[in-house]
């Protein structure tokens, strides 16, 4: 079946390093979308990249989706506190009309 | 404001009982989605809905039911045959077919059963 994992599943960094997360499809997908989910709050949508090689950046997060269109990473540039919380990503479900989201990556940021 | 509303944020039940969980949006979405957490977990998709008076099972449906009556509402009963109702419930929705859209999200039901 369809399956979309990230790694590292935990991750802790000290206050001002970098972070990156990184989304693998097993199936090719027409976009990818990321959330959000702060500590005890409800996924928010990020971003939706949908050209192969597409990068897109909003203000210390950097996002890319892979040539082949079946992996994705976000990259986060001088981590805060305020970076806490479990990032997602989630492409469409093959032969639905919903999303499969991936297994999600929980960023702890050391102050 | 326009956005989605669950309620209660907090419920508690005992085993054997249904529960019914509310969702309610007000953006005009035609698709609306429940999905289950557990800690620690990603999302995985119980239900959903692309029009009024149809729904699709998701990946975990087994011991849950819902309706969508209305556009704007679509709720969630737990049932007794759920052998793990425990969790937290997400609702969300999104306009369009839902593959390429984002989805808005509710705050969330966080569900014990004792």
């Known amino acids: 079946g369809q399956q979309v994992m990230q790694i590292p599943q935990y991750q802790h960094v000290q206050e001002g390093e970098d972070f990156t997360t990184y989304c693998n499809s097993s199936t090719t997908l027409s976009n990818i979308q990321w959330y959000k989910q702060r500590p005890g709050g409800h996924p928010v949508f990020l971003i939706q990249l949908v050209k192969s090689g597409e990068v897109k950046k909003q203000k210390r997060l950097t996002f890319q989706f892979g040539e082949a269109k079946k992996n994705s990473s976000l990259h986060i540039t001088a981590t805060q506190t305020t970076d806490v919380g479990t990032y997602f990503c989630?492409?469409?479900?093959?032969?639905?009309?919903?999303?499969?989201f991936g297994t999600g990556t929980r960023l702890t940021v050391i102050p | 404001d326009g956005g989605i509303t669950q309620s209660p944020k907090y419920l508690f039940r005992k085993e054997g009982q249904n529960v019914t969980l509310s969702c309610e949006q007000n953006?005009?979405?035609?698709?609306m989605y429940w999905y289950r957490q557990d800690p620690g977990q990603g999302l995985r998709l119980i239900y959903y809905s692309q029009i009024v008076n149809d729904f699709q099972k998701g990946d975990i449906a087994e011991g849950y039911s819902v309706s969508r009556e209305k556009k704007e509402s679509f709720p969630l009963t737990v049932t007794s045959a759920q052998k793990n109702p425990t969790a937290f419930y997400l609702c969300a929705s999104t306009s369009g077919t839902g593959r390429n859209n984002e989805q808005f999200f509710g705050p969330g039901t966080r569900l014990t059963v004792l």
């Open positions: 953006l005009n979405h035609d698709a």
């Open positions: 989630a492409g469409p479900r093959t032969g639905a009309n919903n999303l499969f």
